[in-house]
């Protein structure tokens, strides 16, 4: 994979203590399992010339000590709420309709054990009878046996092999069994507390190099990206109010200033963060692209602004939020198409336009978080010219079809300088099992632990907690703040002045939370589950069925992709011309020109005729032009039969007539026309 740093392979990791432990001290092991624990340690003692000879005695001793822990059998019941917890009310219809064939048993019984990876099996016993055969199959995990001494023996192997040889070792273990040793852990390991007491005694997964990096690109990804603020705003910004991070001051010591919000349409929103000449850590701009935070079916934001409303909270920015949430679920995470796709498609050119900007500061950094860093990816596949490496978090995937154009770059005109990604997960948390494939490099999975603050109960997780606060934690800040920060002055400072999970802060019932590593893969060797045919299933439920299966709020009949089309088509489409001025470098050469021709559109339009971007869009959607009008007299056609009349639909109008321009897009869009200027014209 491209390492990070102004080097092309980063200096080797320098800790040698990983996050602090979460268990109590281990017991002292007696009797046979401390004549086994040294007998190893003497075997170890004969061996130390030879790495793969112990690698191997460890991947006998994991093998020897693994026990088939039964989940049962899942109900339809369990498997309909699996589906529902991991893949948002959206989902609800098509769980309904189906069985826990939607995800099967392997997968929900992963999903409930707290990871999203392919770690269940399910074991299948023929019993003969009197009158044939009786067939039981059981669901369950492979597991490393703790009990019966077994965590004494695994910590007592691992502690007599000398600090200096361990990464030989682990080498050879991953050489020999095809998977890296903090990954067998992460799978056969799956009490964190325990995991992160023999992660201890291993060489630190990731270097001080990437951690530093990746940290800094996890603060623009994860937090920075979401920010409407300007740039000045956001590069002065003391405090981050609801992660608690510190904006201004990250991009200070790391040498960066943020340029200007980039703002497209339906939804689409990007930055680029450049380095200042003399003071930045690394010699390339970021290009940050923001993603979701969560499922949320909204259309009109009203149900937000009620919430906000009962909390005492701002109602307009709640509402802006309902909407803008809602068109990024459907638009962009949910709908029949590539994730990410519906929102990079209209805005191609406008990141070709910041992006070739930015080449001039060198070729860009590419992240994003959720479909952030979906979008990251397709940009990074289709625009290459302008990306030296791509890193994500939480990300969901993309069509292999795009991955493939990426790789053919890398086999022609990128050949010299490949490009490759890195991936950030949490286990549990269900985005990443959408879509086909990721872009090619390793992968990183941690899994989110916590407990109520200020107490000294076990960390632990569910469910829930995977699947909404595993989605926005900050996986690395919060893995640094648990000690891999060690000494290293910069990975301090992002512990201390990095975002910190949500629960952290939380006026009432807050939790103390840790970042455990849980095992690194290259993309090949993938272990999720791909739930891309489950997202699939969702989408054709979404745009058959009524829009009030969803929401019981929504007013007509239409699916609830018509809704959220229909409640933003408007401003796009008169976005779309306020867009095509501010890009026209020959004719506007300053914001006051620009202005002036930009209002007189706004004020003179009164309908204007879809573009072909959108149109594609209605098709990917199944807009139909047609519907049956019911208030109309129903004719007797042949045979008898009744033939309803047709009439257009909102969408076959605007195919007909135009969309009508109502006042208050009109005035939303001249508040808007200074960041589409900006957008247009990167400096």
Do not use: C
Request: glycine share 10%; no cysteine.
């Amino acid at each position: 994979m491209t390492r990070p740093a102004q080097q092309a392979t980063p200096a080797p990791a320098s800790r040698t203590a990983a996050p602090q432990t979460t268990t109590a001290a281990p017991r002292q092991p007696a009797g046979p399992v401390a004549a086994e624990v040294t007998r190893n340690a003497a075997f170890i003692g004969s061996h130390l010339a030879e790495p793969g000879i112990i690698a191997a005695k460890l991947a006998e001793l994991l093998r020897a000590h693994q026990t088939f822990r039964p989940t049962g059998r899942l109900t339809d019941e369990l498997a309909r709420q699996g589906l529902l917890m991991n893949l948002g009310t959206g989902s609800r219809t098509a769980a309904n309709l189906g069985s826990s064939l939607l995800l099967g048993d392997e997968a929900v019984s992963d999903l409930t054990q707290g990871t999203s990876r392919k770690l269940s099996t399910t074991h299948t016993t023929v019993t003969p009878t009197f009158d044939g055969a009786q067939v039981t199959s059981t669901t369950g995990l492979e597991q490393y046996e703790m009990g019966g001494g077994g965590f004494e023996l695994l910590l007592g192997f691992l502690k007599a092999i000398p600090a200096g040889t361990r990464p030989a070792v682990a080498a050879a273990y991953e050489a020999a069994q095809h998977k890296s040793l903090s990954a067998a852990l992460g799978e056969s390991v799956r009490d964190a507390g325990t995991r992160e007491t023999l992660l201890r005694l291993l060489p630190p997964p990731l270097s001080d190099a990437q951690l530093t990096l990746d940290g800094f690109l996890e603060q623009l990804a994860v937090g920075m990206s979401y920010s409407d603020q300007t740039a000045e705003e956001l590069n002065g910004a003391a405090t981050e109010e609801r992660r608690g991070s510190h904006p201004g001051a990250l991009l200070s010591h790391f040498g960066y200033g943020a340029g200007e919000l980039v703002l497209g349409r339906w939804g689409f929103q990007m930055r680029v963060f450049h380095p200042l000449p003399g003071r930045a850590k690394w010699p390339h701009p970021v290009a940050a692209f923001r993603g979701t935070e969560g499922v949320k079916y909204d259309p009109s934001g009203e149900q937000s602004a009620g919430e906000a409303r009962a909390k005492g909270k701002n109602v307009g920015q709640a509402r802006h939020e309902g909407m803008e949430g809602t068109q990024d679920t459907l638009i962009g995470d949910f709908a029949p198409a590539e994730v990410g796709w519906l929102q990079y498609r209209p805005n191609a050119d406008l990141i070709r336009t910041n992006l070739a900007a930015a080449l001039k500061g060198g070729r860009v950094y590419a992240t994003g978080h959720s479909l952030g860093g979906a979008i990251a990816q397709i940009v990074t596949a289709l625009q290459p010219q302008y990306v030296a490496q791509v890193v994500t978090f939480q990300a969901a995937n993309i069509d292999r079809a795009t991955v493939q154009k990426l790789a053919a770059y890398n086999a022609g005109p990128g050949k010299a300088a490949p490009i490759s990604a890195r991936h950030y997960r949490v286990d549990g948390d269900v985005v990443p099992t959408a879509g086909e494939a990721a872009l090619p490099g390793q992968i990183a999975y941690f899994d989110r632990v916590s407990r109520p603050k200020g107490t000294q109960t076990r960390f632990g997780n569910t469910t829930a907690e995977n699947a909404s606060s595993g989605h926005v934690t900050p996986a690395l800040t919060t893995y640094l703040r648990g000690g891999a920060a060690g000494q290293n002055p910069d990975l301090k400072f992002l512990a201390e002045n990095g975002l910190r999970d949500e629960a952290t802060l939380a006026p009432k019932g807050a939790r103390e939370v840790r970042s455990v590593f849980g095992g690194s893969y290259p993309v090949a060797r993938d272990p999720r589950h791909v739930l891309e045919g489950q997202r699939d299933l969702a989408a054709r439920a979404i745009r058959t069925l009524p829009a009030g299966l969803f929401d019981k709020s929504a007013k007509s009949s239409d699916n609830a992709y018509a809704e959220v089309f229909y409640q933003n088509i408007v401003l796009n489409t008169l976005m779309s011309r306020v867009e095509a001025l501010a890009r026209d470098q020959g004719r506007f050469r300053d914001f006051r020109s620009f202005q002036v021709a930009a209002t007189a559109v706004i004020e003179q339009s009164t309908r204007l005729s879809l573009q072909p971007s959108d149109l594609e869009m209605a098709k990917t959607l199944g807009l139909d032009t047609f519907e049956n009008d019911y208030s109309a007299p129903v004719f007797g056609g042949t045979m008898g039969v009744p033939v309803v009349s047709k009439k257009y639909t909102p969408f076959g109008e605007y195919k007909a007539s135009g969309v009508p321009i109502s006042q208050g897009v009109r005035d939303t869009m001249r508040a808007r026309l200074p960041v589409v200027w900006k957008s247009w014209r990167p400096e």
